[in-house]
C-alpha cells in the first residue's frame, strides 16, 4: 500500500454570494498532495486558485466538502483549535508581504513565534534565517529600507520562524523583479530540497511552476490539468 497523502481535498466547494449572484469559487475539488511535494497551482485570475490556497491554509471553510492535513480534519477543528494548528503547522507567504511597517525586520520575523504560548528565546533561530536570507545587514530596518525582494524574503522568515510543515505561497513573486523573483523560487525550491517541507505554490509564472515538483491547472474552480 501506498503512504496515506499528506493533505487530501475531498469534495471541496464554495461558493459565494455576490449581490444576487453566486459564484462558485470551487467545483467538488479533490486533490491528494504528497508530503515533501513541491505542487504547482496556475490559471487565470478567478479560476479558484487563491480560494483553493486559502482552504488549505484554515484561512477559509468550505460549504461542502473536507481539508484533511496530516490526518486531521480542518473542518473539526474549532476556531482556536485552527488558529493553533495554522501558526504551529503552516507558514504562509503572500504576494503583498503584509510586514508591519512600525516593526523592524527582525521583530516582524519574530512576531508569529511571540503569539505562541511559553514562546521562548529565538534569537539563535532569527540569526540563522538572516544568514540563510542574506538578510543579516538589515535586521534592524523598516520594510520601507528594504526592497521588494528584501521584503519577500522577510515574509518568507516569517513563514519559517515556527518551523511549520507545509508553506503555502500565494504569487510569491508577483511584485517582483525577474531576478528577485527568481531568488525568492530557488530558495523555495531549497526548502523542499534540504528541508522536506511541503510547499504549496499559486503562481501565474510558467518559470516558477516548472521549478515545482508538479503543476495543477485550473479553470472555473474545477482542476482541469495534473500533470507531473
Known amino acids: 500500500m501506498g503512504k496515506e497523502p499528506f493533505i487530501e481535498l475531498i469534495e471541496v466547494t464554495k461558493t459565494y454570494r455576490l449581490d444576487a449572484n453566486a459564484v462558485v469559487a470551487l467545483d467538488h475539488v479533490n486533490l491528494s498532495i504528497a508530503r515533501n511535494e513541491f505542487l504547482a497551482i496556475t490559471g487565470k485570475s478567478g479560476c479558484g486558485k487563491s480560494t483553493l490556497i486559502n482552504m488549505i491554509g484554515g484561512l477559509d471553510s468550505p460549504d461542502q466538502g473536507k481539508v484533511i492535513i496530516d490526518g486531521e480534519d480542518l473542518s473539526a477543528m474549532d476556531d482556536r ?11 504562509i507567504i503572500f504576494q503583498f508581504f503584509n510586514l508591519l511597517p512600525i516593526l523592524t525586520l527582525e521583530e516582524n ?10 514562546a521562548n528565546s529565538l534569537n539563535e533561530k532569527i540569526d540563522r534565517l538572516l544568514v540563510e536570507m542574506d538578510l543579516t545587514q538589515r535586521r534592524h530596518h523598516k520594510p520601507h529600507e528594504l526592497s521588494g525582494g528584501e521584503m519577500q524574503r522577510v515574509a518568507i522568515c516569517r513563514a519559517l520562524i515556527n518551523d511549520p510543515d507545509l508553506i503555502l505561497a500565494d504569487e510569491p513573486t508577483g511584485n517582483l523583479d525577474s531576478v528577485s523573483g527568481r531568488q525568492v523560487l530557488e530558495i523555495l525550491r531549497r526548502l523542499k530540497e534540504e528541508q522536506g517541507k511541503t510547499i504549496i505554490l499559486v503562481t501565474h509564472s510558467p518559470e516558477g511552476a516548472a521549478m515545482t515538483d508538479r503543476i495543477l491547472r485550473m479553470k472555473d474552480g474545477r482542476i482541469i490539468v495534473d500533470q507531473p
Open 81 to 91: 483549535s485552527l488558529t493553533l494548528f495554522r501558526r504551529n503547522r503552516i507558514g
Open 109 to 118: 520575523i519574530a512576531l508569529p513565534h511571540l503569539l505562541k504560548e511559553g
